[in-house]
């Protein structure tokens, strides 16, 4: 029925932006999914003599301060940030999306309730309430998926609760109302899908910050477990020689701005095709 | 003569921060079976209050403590949540003023008028079906085409068109139209109307046209509501009001209507003072304030003065018409 280019896929694919964005995930997904096919090197296999190794045709991009292939652990930390950044965001942005609706919509004393939790959550810095975290939970990526969703949740829930408090009293609903449409009917068919938008785009927004999260924490050591190659350790690696070998710190950030650029562009460009109206074509 | 939407001595009042604000008082209107009434009234009379009331729709702040309001016979005040959805889109239905914000945005045409048709048997197919034939009777060009484009892609008239179509798919029996023309320009506002007039003729419904323009009143109604300050001041077939008001307000409303102007003059007509304070209003009439008739009688309720069959008018120096 509907040519593929009047898809959202179709439309993503006319725009030289989120092709650009999509081109550059794809990468980091298809190289974190086949990292043990690709590594030239056991990301966690230390060669003594070869320590600080400048980047050569054995190893691409330099070895650390235990002789371990930079290239190898950094596909092996795509993983890592990959599936704490998709667990994190989706855990944080269902609840939000839950409870914003649920503020938007609800009596009074339970939208101010929620906004009251919101922003004494959001009060806290996000690196301080995860320290304080770290301090209380084992170390590990569920520790850090969990300061996350605790960290970010309440600015989904946000966006979401304005979204849908700005269109519960907005005319078209008030048709639909008019016309005898059921709450869930509201909810489901109008509400959600106009909330979907500007939901999709703060979610792609927020994964290039998770992952930061995630590598800020591994840097500080709070993070992942020692010898876990995680795009974090690998720069607190670095950080540590980068007077005697740059190389390590430059290849561990790469990566990063990477995801950072690629996931920033796609949600710019979900967000001018998501809303029609912002549409050029069709 | 059995009327589609009866509305008895309705009061709806809100509570507010200084006060019950007392936006209808005792209003009673008439809407017999396939006719169009009229309601005319500034900015601040208890229009949109009225239609919410009459949809069950009204803000949670707002109680009605007297009044009734039947629909078909049936008393929408005290239906349960359940029959009101059914009633409303079946029974009764709204064309809202401004069709840029009447329509959902992000989902396209067909889709919101395929919604709207949850409750009738048939396929998605043979909705689209009724919903193109719908749009190619309000004056749609291309109807099956437009069901996949979105509100933004259209005109405001064509958006009319489509809130109208909407609005008239279930076939109600009563549709109400909130100033359906006055976010639209002069030629439109024509073509609206006939429209209006069209669709009522086919589909035999009563319609509560809502309006400000008193011209657009006078062209399509067949009986007109008079409202001032949440009352009703004046009510009769359209040619007794606009031809003999009877209601101190009826005739400066008429006044100050420019449409009736023949000389470019350099100050437009208009009603010294300004609205009471709905929180607490004057007891007696309650347009005493602003009238130059007013006499010391005036401070007591005025009745409901019968001038001529249908037509009254809720004034202490209201004549009847002349024979």
Partial sequence: MTAFRHTLMGRLMADPLAVFAMAIIALLVVSALLADVIAPHDPAAMNLVDRFSPPSSTYWMGTDNLGRDTFSRLLQGGRIALYVALTAVTISGLIGLVLGMLAGFGPRWLDNALLFFFDT????????????????????????????????????????????????????????????????????????????????????????????IEAGMSFLGIGVPPGTPSWGATLKDGFDYIRTTPWILISGGLPLILATLGFTFLGEALRDQLDPRLRKTR | ???????????????????????????????????????????????????????????????????????????VTRASTRRLRQMRGQEISVVFQDPMTSLNPVLSIGRQMRDIQYRQPGSGAEKDRRSAEMLARVGIPDPVGKLS?????????????????????????????????????????????????????????????????????????????????????????????????????????????????????????????????????????????????????????????????????????ARADAP
């Avoid at chain 2, 976010?183 to 007039?197: F, G, R």
């Avoid at chain 2, 001032?228 to 100050?256: Q, W």
């Fill in chain 1, 121 to 212: 959550l959001r009060a806290y810095p996000t690196i301080i309430l995860a320290l304080a975290l770290a301090a209380l939970m084992p170390r590990g990526l569920s520790t850090v998926i969990i300061v996350v969703v605790i960290t970010s949740f309440a600015e989904y829930g946000r966006v979401v609760r304005t979204q849908t408090l700005s269109l519960k009293n907005s005319e078209f609903i008030l048709a639909e109302r008019a016309m005898g449409a059921s709450f869930a009917r509201i909810v489901f068919h109008h509400i959600l899908p106009n909330v979907l938008g500007p939901f999709f785009i703060l979610a792609a927004m927020n994964l290039p910050v998770v992952i930061t």
């Fill in chain 2, 1 to 75: 003569m059995m009327a589609a939407l009866l509305v008895e001595d309705l009061t709806v009042h809100y509570d507010t921060r200084e006060g019950a604000l007392q936006a209808l008082r005792d209003v009673s209107i008439t809407v017999p079976e396939g006719q169009i009434v009229g309601v005319v009234g500034e900015s601040g009379c208890g229009k949109s209050t009225l239609i919410n009331a009459l949809l069950q729709l009204l803000p949670e702040n707002a109680t009605i403590p007297a009044g009734r309001i039947t629909l078909e016979g049936e008393d």
């Fill in chain 2, 149 to 317: 484009a979105y509100p933004h892609e259209l005109s405001g008239g064509m958006r009319q068109r489509v809130a109208i179509a909407m609005a008239a798919l279930m076939r109600p029996r009563v549709l109400i139209a909130d100033e359906p023309t006055t976010a639209l320009d002069a030629t439109l506002e024509v073509q609206i109307i006939e429209l209006l007039k069209e669709l009522q003729q086919e589909i035999g419904c009563a319609i509560l046209f809502i309006s400000h323009h008193l011209g657009v009143i006078a062209e399509l109604c067949d009986r007109v509501v008079v409202m001032y300050a949440g009352v009703a001041v004046e009510e009769g077939p359209v040619e007794d009001v606009f031809l003999r008001p009877g209601h101190p307000y009826t005739i400066k409303l008429i006044e100050c209507d420019p449409g009736r102007l023949k000389e470019k003059v350099a100050d437009l007509p208009a009603i010294p003072g300004s609205l009471p304070d709905l929180t607490d209003p004057p007891a007696g009439c309650i347009f005493r304030d602003r009238c130059d008739r007013a006499t010391d009688i005036c401070a007591t309720p005025p009745p409901r003065k019968r001038l001529n069959g249908e037509h009254w008018a809720a004034c202490h120096h």
